[in-house]
């Protein structure tokens, strides 16, 4: 099976910074896609941002500009680094990964999320 690992959120001040990372592991193929969702009390979880394994980006509005996604290839690692946090971002964010394993199906996975407190 695939596994994804999630780590580093944390309580930060507003205006502060956290890099989330998420590695994914197990039989794996390939990796169609990763990127972190959000989901904050009370709300619907919603996409904050993906990367595709062509190297495309994509973000939620809310973020451009604040938040980076990447990724190291070789370690089937995603990151996502926030700047200038603000309390609305406060959610427990989980990692994505739409990956094809070695008997070549692909499937969406979940990480097990991590709790991001933004306070001010």
């Known amino acids: 099976q695939v596994q994804l690992v999630e780590s580093g959120g944390g309580l930060v001040q507003a205006g502060g910074s956290l890099k989330l990372s998420c590695a994914a592991s197990?039989?794996?193929?390939?990796?169609?896609?990763m990127g972190w969702y959000r989901q904050a009390p009370g709300k619907q979880r919603n996409l904050v941002s993906l990367?595709?394994?062509?190297?495309?980006?994509n973000y939620a509005d809310s973020v451009k500009g604040r938040f980076t996604i990447s990724r190291d290839n070789a370690k089937n690692t995603v990151y996502l680094q926030m700047n200038s946090l603000k309390p609305e971002d406060t959610a427990v964010y989980y990692c994505?990964?739409?990956?094809?394993?070695?008997?070549?199906?692909?499937?969406?996975?979940w990480g097990q999320g991590t709790q991001v407190t933004v306070s001010s």
């Open positions: 990367i595709m394994s062509g190297g495309s980006t």
């Open positions: 197990g039989s794996i193929y390939s990796i169609n896609a």
């Open positions: 994505y990964g739409n990956i094809q394993d070695i008997h070549r199906t692909s499937r969406n996975y």
